[in-house]
């Protein structure tokens, strides 16, 4: 059973940046997604960047896209979220997720999740 552990969140201004790390217990194959969610109080969960364990190119949410920077390391089996030109709407609990055999990056396709890291910026 994957586990996997996320941290960086914290408490910042308006166009600060964050840097969010998702460590898992274990290898991750090529194959699979991962990817980082939040979650805002009283909305619905959204995915905000995807990458593949074994590299290839990631995709955003017009949300972030160009101001947020998904990577992994495969050697430290750990996925990254770099957080640039943080917005207050930007606040959430940021959640890992890492997906199983299917290897979709859509949250039904997400077999592990983190507990998430919470992410507070004020304006």
């Known amino acids: 059973q994957l586990q996997l552990a996320e941290s960086g969140g914290a408490s910042v201004q308006a166009g600060g940046s964050l840097r969010l790390s998702c460590a898992a217990s274990g290898y991750i194959p090529s194959t699979r997604c991962m990817g980082w969610f939040r979650q805002a109080p009283g909305k619905e969960r959204e995915g905000v960047a995807f990458?593949?364990?074994?590299?290839?190119?990631?995709t955003y949410s017009d949300s972030v896209q160009g101001r947020f920077t998904i990577s992994r390391d495969s050697a430290k089996n750990t996925v990254y979220l770099q957080m640039n030109s943080l917005k207050p709407e930007d606040t959430a609990m940021y959640s890992c997720?890492?997906?199983?055999?299917?290897?979709?990056?859509?949250?039904?396709?997400?077999?592990?999740w983190g507990k998430g890291t919470l992410v507070t910026i004020s304006s």
């Open positions: 990458i593949y364990s074994g590299g290839g190119g990631a």
């Open positions: 997720a890492v997906s199983g055999y299917s290897g979709s990056c859509a949250p039904a396709g997400m077999q592990y």
